[in-house]
């Protein structure tokens, strides 16, 4: 058990460890690639929009047809980012040397889910192969590289309580310095 008096608030620091801290300017390595980090929000984005797609076509009827063309719209959106950022994964000299094979399928076994969740907005016979990929990536994602989407929310909000009770997250206010 937690010894030291509470310096902070726990609630403050999971909502920091959830939103704050994902901002580009808290993160170094997005400051420094901000259209990489835009094309990563938008993959993400892509592939929440896929996983609710495939929820609802479990359901008869729960996702409208008529959402159809805009749910291609974000998915080919994110499809091509997540392309570009497996080609600059593949000619960046420091991203080739940190890649495993696997990153380069995981990235592939997602745009092919994307691919899929595509042609099943455009046509529902495509339906099956999308539930298939989708189904593929679920099985997968507590296996590999996709871990995070199972573990993230849980493992932040952790990571927040622990440094919010600290007072450490989010970020104390600068001391203002007097002169004089």
Not at 9 to 34: C, I, K, N, Q
Not at 42 to 61: E, W
Request: glycine share 10%; net charge positive.
């Amino acid at each position: 058990p937690a010894i030291a008096p509470a310096r902070g608030s726990a609630a403050a620091g999971v909502r920091d460890a959830l939103a704050t801290a994902f901002l580009p300017w808290a993160m170094e390595s997005a400051r420094r690639h901000l259209l990489s980090y835009a094309a990563g929000i938008v993959l993400h984005l892509a592939i929440f929009a896929a996983l609710a797609r495939l929820v609802a076509s479990l359901v008869p009827g729960l996702w409208p047809p008529a959402g159809d063309p805009a749910l291609a719209a974000v998915l080919a959106a994110g499809l091509a980012c997540g392309l570009g950022l497996l080609v600059k994964r593949g000619r960046d000299v420091a991203l080739r040397a940190v890649s495993t094979p696997e990153d380069v399928a995981v990235n592939l076994l997602v745009d092919l889910t994307l691919a899929l969740g595509i042609a099943a907005a455009l046509a529902p016979g495509a339906l099956p192969a999308f539930q298939l990929a989708g189904a593929a990536v679920l099985l997968y994602a507590p296996l590999g590289k996709l871990r995070h989407m199972v573990f993230l929310f849980l493992s932040r909000s952790f990571w927040g309580v622990f440094f919010g009770r600290r007072g450490v997250r989010p970020a104390p206010p600068r001391a203002v310095r007097r002169r004089g």
